[in-house]
């Protein structure tokens, strides 16, 4: 096994986050359980729903569900999974313009943030992010 792959299954761990072997890598449990496809509310100004009853931070976009929980990004195909960790510079525009308020459980440093504006993602990820951004041309930083 990769070692990275050991690294993020060891740090999921720590974060109280179930790892499970996946045949498409490696999916994890979210700490909740989402019985029947949640009610899905529009954010205003982005082609983003999310689920104000599910406990956790959970988006959909573009037909694929996506999950912010411990500092990390998970997607899936299903409204219940299976999760597997996403990359920061693969997370579709859309989903990280998503505002402050509109996620269940923001992680504490967001607190003093303004809630009709987006985190501030840069400075967490860095030139590594940024630099995946594009030019807005459809080019770069994944989907948007």
């Given at each position: 096994m990769p070692r990275w792959i050991i690294i993020v299954c060891v740090g999921l761990g720590v974060l109280g986050v179930t790892v499970l072997p996946s045949p498409a890598g490696v999916a994890v449990q979210l700490g909740t359980n989402v019985v029947a496809p949640p009610i899905l509310v529009p954010v205003p100004g982005v082609p983003v729903?999310?689920?104000?009853?599910?406990?956790?931070?959970?988006?959909?976009?573009?037909?694929?569900?996506?999950?912010?929980?411990?500092?990390?990004?998970?997607v899936a195909r299903a409204y219940n999974g299976p999760w597997v960790v996403l990359a920061p510079e693969v997370v579709p525009r859309p989903i990280l313009?998503?505002?402050?308020?509109?996620?269940?459980?923001?992680?504490?440093?967001?607190?003093?943030?303004?809630?009709?504006?987006?985190?501030?993602?840069?400075?967490?990820?860095?030139?590594?992010?940024?630099?995946?951004?594009?030019?807005?041309?459809?080019?770069?930083?994944?989907?948007?």
């Amino acid at each position: 096994m990769p070692r990275w792959i050991i690294i993020v299954c060891v740090g999921l761990g720590v974060l109280g986050v179930t790892v499970l072997p996946s045949p498409a890598g490696v999916a994890v449990q979210l700490g909740t359980n989402v019985v029947a496809p949640p009610i899905l509310v529009p954010v205003p100004g982005v082609p983003v729903t999310y689920a104000p009853s599910v406990a956790v931070n959970y988006f959909v976009y573009g037909g694929q569900y996506y999950a912010f929980a411990g500092n990390v990004w998970y997607v899936a195909r299903a409204y219940n999974g299976p999760w597997v960790v996403l990359a920061p510079e693969v997370v579709p525009r859309p989903i990280l313009a998503v505002p402050v308020g509109y996620y269940r459980l923001p992680p504490p440093a967001w607190r003093h943030w303004r809630h009709d504006a987006p985190p501030h993602w840069a400075p967490r990820w860095g030139r590594r992010w940024e630099g995946e951004q594009g030019n807005g041309n459809g080019q770069g930083h994944g989907k948007s």
